[in-house]
């Protein structure tokens, strides 16, 4: 459910690349407008053979761009400095918008390879940027003046968080220093990109393969159908193939009679990328967390989290550990209740097992149903992918008055993929909204959202929501599990922060916020998803078109908090072994496993529950969410308080939304988060909310 942010940040080099050697006739479709509607990515003509190119030639570019301002013989402004420096790289981002999604959403081999190949040269780029002198002066010199250039509130901000990201990236660092850091942020670049790959590969690798009609006992019929389907597509017809895609292993688990196979399943999951193979990550860790904690003692700070920490909300590392504490303290006794609660039912059974971590999904599934009589399948047929999308949108058009138009003649890089155009309540054109909501080969696990094109001043954003849900099978439709409709909402919701924004410049605006806000307008998203008005709207049964009836909402809400203890501690253990990786101020000899064990036994995590993630594929760790993962709640905390304001006022009221939407969705990073929070709610969160809302209190 992350929000992946492609950030270019480049600069004057000397490099040259000489490309321009073989003779095309196709002229590549990145150096110019890509003269479509509303210059949406021509997907039809773009090839493989366009992007290195394209990448090469923004560098170029930049770097005359970067030189343009250096050079210039007036005196440093706002204008000529800050402002041509965020216009800057225009190319760039284009390429690197379709390059960044498709590696994401729908990559291959040459892609792959590709990304390996360009990782380094961008890395590189980026460092002639950041940590070059003479555009570092002009801008210290702009910074130093701030306060006598009469600056809107939006441009003071974009100033100093360039400054700062200068600062941050080494701007102000004598010549050897910068020289190590940029033979770290190299090696980097590539650590990181392999680790990703060996989690993707390892996640495709496996599949469980059942001949024996018997050992489907206990799956409900559209998870065996569309077992059945994979394994005819992987020419193995008359069996069924189990995966380790959430889609596939989650039900799996949730509905499997077989201990033993949901035993196998479950460890092959836990186990990716630590076997020791070529895809072993755990070397791989151990040398990113030691390159980060080097990069962090070389720009001033003890650790990398307090490096990573000193840009967002919550400042540093001790707040944030504060906070995971005092949570850790209600919910791993939660959990510890309702552990005990499913070996009662497992006693019942009188197999004598005691229950382990492959247990839990099945178990906590049966005391869902004999606490509120209530089998998540019996939601599935309200939840077609179709309506619950058009749900979202309408939620969106009642509190912001806007509409969602599917558009045909826009390219797609996939026949699955999706556009639509949104509007305001004027009609006026706001952005391009594309959704690509079904599992590949080719497309890594999780949801996220992500940008095509940002937006500053009247030139509008491209937007995507790409998820792996539920796939349609045979003649019936995708339906969702409760958990995928969550998902939707909450992406849908980043979308929207993506789409209303309205700011001058793209280095403050959409989802440019720091990483501890910007899950405020995804996870508030997901309170409307099952408000009984809201369900009314959207939740219809696919064969009979009949709302779901009074009896069965009541069911889902009553049993929102159920299972709560479980989820919070998974999430909490996986933000608190982010947060102790990166706390290390010595890290030599990490060996990553041992590590993360250590951490669970000193936090006392009870042996029934693993992290969410753990050490070997935490791929946000890897990709932007390093001492970042506690984000999740830490939001949660702002989104549950938010939304008692709509549950004060009325969940569709006016007001609210009008102000939800002019003090945090139109405004990015452009002020600072907490001033725009009190902005809409008067006063700064309360955690009350949250607890109540995790049945922590
Ligand atoms: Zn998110």
């Not at 969106?396 to 155009?421: M, Q, R, S, W």
């Not at 990166?582 to 669970?600: G, I, Q, R, S």
Request: glycine content about 6%; some cysteine.
């Amino acid at each position: 459910m992350d929000l992946k942010k492609i950030v270019f940040i480049l600069s004057i080099c000397s490099m040259t690349y000489s490309y321009a050697g073989n003779v095309k006739t196709d002229p590549n479709p990145f150096l110019s407008d890509f003269k479509t509607l509303y210059n949406a990515p021509s997907f039809d003509k773009i090839k493989i053979e366009h992007y290195e190119p394209a990448f090469l030639e923004g560098i170029r570019q930049q770097n005359a761009q970067i030189k343009a301002i250096v050079s210039n013989k007036a005196k440093p402004t706002f204008q000529n400095t800050i402002v041509a420096y965020d216009n800057s790289g225009e190319i760039l981002r284009r390429v690197g918008g379709v390059f960044f999604n498709l590696t994401e959403a729908e990559t291959n081999d040459a892609l792959t390879a590709l990304s390996i190949k360009m990782a380094p040269v961008l890395s590189e780029h980026s460092d002639n940027i950041s940590l070059n002198k003479a555009l570092f002066k002009r801008i210290k010199t702009v910074y130093s003046q701030r306060k006598s250039l009469k600056l809107t509130r939006e441009q003071e901000r974009l100033l100093e968080l360039i400054y700062k990201d200068f600062v941050r990236s080494g701007a102000a660092l004598d010549d050897k220093k910068q020289a190590r850091l940029r033979e770290i942020n190299k090696e980097l670049a590539t650590l990181e990109i392999d680790f990703g790959n060996h989690v993707l590969n390892e996640t495709n690798a496996y599949q469980l393969v059942i001949s024996d009609k018997k050992d489907l006992a206990g799956l409900p019929d559209w998870l065996v159908k569309s077992a059945a389907e994979d394994a005819k597509a992987a020419g193995k017809e008359g069996k069924w193939i189990f995966t380790l895609h959430n889609a596939s292993r989650l039900p799996f688990l949730q509905y499997a009679d077989n201990r033993a196979l949901r035993e196998q399943i479950y460890n092959a999951y836990i186990n990716r990328a630590n076997k020791g193979d070529k895809n072993d990550n755990k070397a791989i860790l151990a040398k990113v967390i030691t390159l980060r904690l080097e990069k962090a003692n070389l720009l001033g700070f003890d650790t990398y989290s307090n490096f990573v920490l000193d840009k967002n909300m919550a400042k540093s590392s001790a707040k944030v550990m504060d906070f995971l504490n005092n949570l850790w303290k209600y919910s791993n006794e939660n959990a510890r209740k309702e552990a005990a609660e499913l070996q009662k039912l497992m006693d019942k059974e009188g197999k004598g097992e005691k229950l382990a971590r492959w247990d839990w999904w099945y178990y906590s599934e049966k005391l869902r149903q004999e606490k509120y009589n209530l089998n998540e399948d019996e939601l599935k047929p309200y939840f077609k992918l179709d309506n619950v999308r058009e749900g979202a949108f309408a939620v969106a058009n009642k509190l912001y008055g806007i509409t969602l138009t599917e558009v045909k003649n826009v390219p797609v890089y996939h026949p699955d993929v999706k556009v639509f155009d949104v509007k305001d309540s004027k009609g006026k054109h706001l952005g391009l909204f594309y959704v690509d909501y079904f599992p590949r080969a080719g497309k890594r696990g999780g949801a996220w959202m992500n940008n095509y094109k940002d937006q500053h001043g009247e030139s509008r954003p491209i937007i995507c929501n790409v998820a792996s849900f539920t796939k349609p099978t045979g003649d019936v439709p995708s339906l969702l599990t409760l958990d995928e409709v969550q998902t939707l909402f909450h992406e849908f919701g980043h979308a929207l922060h993506g789409l209303l924004t309205k700011c001058n410049y793209v280095g403050v605006s959409g989802t440019n916020v720091t990483r501890d806000f910007v899950e405020l307008p995804s996870q508030i998203m997901e309170h409307w998803a099952t408000e009984p008005e809201v369900l009314k709207m959207y939740a219809k049964n696919y064969k009979t078109g009949e709302v779901m009836p009074d009896t069965l909402i009541q069911k889902l809400n009553k049993q929102m908090l159920f299972n709560q203890g479980f989820m919070t501690t998974e999430l909490l253990a996986a933000a608190i072994l982010d947060m102790e990786f990166h706390n290390l101020k010595d890290a030599k000899n990490l060996d990553v496993v041992d590590f993360e064990k250590k951490v669970m036994d000193k936090y006392g995590l009870i042996p029934e529950i693993a992290p969410r993630y753990r050490a070997t594929y935490f791929n946000h760790i890897i990709g932007g969410y390093a001492s970042g993962y506690y984000s999740y709640l830490w939001a949660n905390v702002l989104d549950s308080d938010a939304f008692e304001a709509f549950k004060e006022n009325g969940i569709f009221d006016k007001k609210t939304a009008d102000a939800f939407r002019t003090n945090v969705l139109e405004k990015g990073g452009s002020e600072d988060p907490m001033v725009l929070y009190k902005r809409f709610r008067g006063a700064e969160p309360k955690l009350e909310p949250m607890l109540k809302n995790r049945g922590l209190q």
